[in-house]
């Protein structure tokens, strides 16, 4: 049924343009033979071929176009007409003549156009005639193109400021007359199409008139290049005529173009002076009409207009732009009780954004967006429309964008409020966006009133919001996530004690309440930051007597009482090992700060969670290495609490299970009773006794590899230990001798020499380094080399 409908209409149409090319043939014959009234009857004829009702407002527009450049033809014959003498006047009866009334209207257009041009008569008189015949073409198609050929032809002569055809002081209000009368009658046709035919065909009509749309609103550019058509004129006149018809036709497809073709075609600045008659339009406008897009293209329009030039932005407090545009939103949000959440959230996302360009200075103007935007919304729950989700996103954005600086942002009071409407995972990304600026931006949050208002907005990556179960989220967005918020902990920074101290207190409570799944990103962090502030503390108070006195409010003693508390969290995870790395890094800590008792403590807990949660072998080499290197450094502690610690680190190294472990273990506890700066800590017998201990275990891991294997396995503990050896004679441990050095030098060539010693090439390099290591101090000379010169290689 489509394809015959389609192609009748392409048969309709060809015969149209044939019957009108065939009367054009005789119109331009009668014309060249100076033949007036036969080239008024074909051209009638000619024009005739546009009665038909059987084409599309399409196909009819390509009719139309073939017999608008015939017209013009005819026009420019008129003109010759005219110069060579005959009557405009008489020509202006003569078409009227015609015996159709499309026909002769067309003709009548056409000869108006050369009549004005005359000047025979006043053009408003001739102008006003013309408009006023029109009507009586009432069918909608074809009156708009009739309509849109009168203001075609009468663009150029309408009677303005400047123009040659100007009259008397009211020639403008004239010309406006005449296009606002030309433009209501269209609007009146083009509203009609909507209305004729069967409902069934209703989609069709729409998008006929959708292509119709223009020739109504070229009457709105027409206006707008009035010249004469001041601010005065277009506020008292022009406005509430177009309005009062885009209101009064009651359609909505005319309403929205309309209401957009007033927002593009005329001046911004007209735009901010009238805006209450503007505004107050809207609230009267069909429920359907997409009004959230006509507002945002407004406001877009207002915002580009005061980023134009800082010296128009007076006139916008002046006009009190921003209530009007608030109360204007509200009041249409009322009358369209049934708008969707989209609409209202567009509506404020576009008001918050013409706030921060026109008024970047006022936060009480974007807060208080956000406030009506949460008391629109209020009782609705969580927003669940995907594109309501992502607008809201972009209204929160906004603030960020604008000023890129999170503290600004977090000065409007409702930003958390609005955040509450978005879902779990939305919640989670706009948390995320507000690290990523945080970040971006280097901002350091200074006072613990900031860090809590932060946390507030980022509440989605600190707990599970709705009792989301961390089961359902995917593992590696958590880790980023996370991670983030570790970083962003960082960036809280305060040079006075006392705040740095509130702040590590407020991070610490919001973080303790996320649950132990995600203790082991954010607590890392928060223990750094704490142990920066002490080492801030020490610094400030080297010169004092009394550093750490009882008046002092916030001493270091207090901080590592907190972060023992928050390490001990950790437990409930479980990450014993990561435990176990803070403790030492505070005993390190209190080590620095004379801290004894604290430090001691810290080293108990870190024993306790190797005794007691470190189990796996692996675990407990770094772990027991990280304990003797951290025990190595410490100055603080007295005889009897170094022997305690360095007893217990031995024994540790000696109970390992494999015996490679234990063997490098024992020989690194070597350094617990050798340390080069102090001189009390400088045993040079037990650190003997350690290496000796460790060539037993290296010798007795060759003999279990023996029995195992059949080889006694490499000799790389051997070369190892060598190398410890080597050390403490170099720094004049006296328990080290040129012969003790010797033998095990003997010893290890003597293995690596051996047949059931299996063949390392790794083995070999070390101990051929090892041995020119010996030759090269040996060529040094002076004390070093008198020492390495008695060993033989």
Not at 155 to 173: F, M, N, Q
Request: charged share 25%; glycine share 4%.
């Amino acid at each position: 049924m489509i394809s015959d409908g389609v192609e009748d209409e392409e048969k309709y149409l060809a015969a149209g343009i044939a019957g009108l090319q065939q009367n054009a043939f005789y119109m331009h014959r009668a014309l060249d033979s100076n033949n007036l009234r036969d080239a008024l009857k074909y051209s009638a004829q000619m024009l005739s071929e546009l009665r038909t009702s059987k084409l599309s407002p399409h196909k009819y527009y390509e009719l139309y176009m073939r017999a608008f450049d015939e017209l013009r033809k005819l026009e420019m014959f008129f003109k010759e007409e005219a110069r060579r003498g005959c009557s405009i006047i008489d020509l202006y009866e003569l078409v009227q003549h015609a015996g159709n009334i499309l026909p002769r209207l067309y003709l009548l257009c056409t000869v108006g156009s050369v009549y004005i041009k005359s000047k025979e008569a006043p053009a408003k008189d001739v102008l006003k005639d013309l408009v006023e015949m029109s009507r009586g073409i009432q069918n909608p198609v074809r009156g708009l193109f009739l309509r849109s050929y009168l203001s075609q032809v009468s663009r150029d002569k309408l009677p303005d400021i400047g123009s040659e055809y100007e009259g008397d002081a009211d020639t403008v209000r004239d010309a406006v007359e005449f296009v606002l009368q030309n433009f209501t009658e269209m609007n009146k046709l083009w509203v009609r199409m909507q209305h004729q035919g069967p409902a069934r065909e209703k989609e069709k009509r729409e998008k006929e008139r959708s292509e119709l749309r223009d020739l109504v609103g070229k009457n709105l550019h027409v206006l707008s290049q009035i010249e004469g058509v001041d601010l005065d004129l277009y506020k008292d006149t022009v406005l509430p005529r177009v309005l009062e018809q885009v209101v009064n036709c009651k359609d909505e497809l005319a309403q929205f173009y309309l209401m957009d073709c007033i927002i593009q075609v005329f001046p911004d600045e007209y735009h901010l002076q009238t805006l209450d008659i503007l505004l107050g339009a809207c609230p009267q406008l069909q429920p359907s009409v997409d009004i959230k897009t006509v507002l945002s293209q407004l406001m877009e329009r207002l915002s580009n207009y005061a980023a134009s030039s800082i010296e128009v932005l007076p006139e916008f407090l002046q006009v009190e732009a921003f209530s009007k545009l608030s109360n204007a939103i509200g009041k249409v949000i009322e009358a369209h009780i049934d708008m969707p959440i989209i609409g209202v959230v567009t509506l404020y996302s576009s008001l918050l954004k013409f706030t921060l360009h026109v008024h970047p200075d006022r936060l009480d103007y974007a807060d208080q967006v956000l406030g009506s935007f949460v008391k629109k919304l209020s009782g609705k729950g969580k927003i669940e429309d995907s594109r309501a989700t992502k607008q809201v996103v972009a209204l929160l954005s906004a603030p960020l964008e604008k000023y890129n600086d999170i503290v600004t942002a977090l000065k409007l009071s409702n930003y958390p409020c609005v955040m509450d409407f978005l879902d779990t995972g939305t919640n989670k990304v706009m948390a995320t966006v507000i690290i990523q600026s945080i970040m971006k931006n280097t901002t350091h949050i200074l006072t613990s009133e900031k860090v809590e208002a932060l946390f507030e907005l980022i509440k989605g990556l600190i707990e599970d919001l709705d009792g989301t179960l961390h089961d359902e989220v995917d593992e590696d967005d958590f880790k980023e996530e996370q991670n983030s918020v570790s970083r962003l902990i960082q960036m809280f920074h305060n040079e006075d004690p006392e705040e740095m101290f509130k702040i590590i207190c407020t991070v610490r409570k919001h973080i303790m309440s996320g649950g132990p799944k995600r203790l082991s990103f954010t607590v890392p962090p928060l223990i750094f930051s704490s142990l920066k502030l002490v080492r801030q503390l020490q610094g400030g108070h080297e010169d004092k007597e009394n550093p750490f006195g009882e008046e002092a409010s916030i001493t270091p003693k207090k901080i590592f009482q907190l972060l023992a508390q928050t390490i001990e969290a950790l437990l409930n995870v479980p990450a014993p090992e990561l435990a176990l790395r803070l403790y030492l890094q505070c005993a390190e800590a209190a080590n620095d700060c004379d801290l004894e008792p604290v430090a001691y403590e810290f080293f108990t807990q870190a024993y306790i969670l190797y005794e007691e949660e470190i189990s796996d072998s692996k675990a407990q080499v770094t772990a027991i290495h990280l304990i003797i290197g951290t025990l190595q450094r410490m100055h603080v502690f007295g005889v009897e609490n170094r022997d305690t610690l360095t007893h217990k680190a031995t024994g540790y190294s000696a109970k390992l299970l494999k015996k490679p472990d234990q063997c490098r273990a024992v020989y690194a506890c070597s350094h617990l009773f050798w340390v080069d700066d102090q001189e009390n800590m400088k045993d040079g017998e037990r650190v003997l006794i350690c290496l000796k201990r460790a060539l037993r275990i290296a010798n007795a891991a060759q003999q279990m590899a023996n029995a195992t294997r059949g080889s006694t396995g490499s000799a790389t503990l051997f070369v190892e230990i060598l190398n410890k050896y080597l050390y403490f004679f170099e720094k004049g441990n006296p328990q080290i001798t040129v012969a003790s050095v010797q033998s095990l030098i003997e010893l290890i060539t003597t293995e690596m020499q051996s047949d059931s010693t299996s063949a390392e090439p790794a083995t070999n390099a070390f101990f051929a380094s090892t041995l020119r290591y010996i030759q090269f101090q040996k060529q040094k000379g002076g004390v070093v080399g008198e020492k390495y010169e008695q060993i033989k290689v």
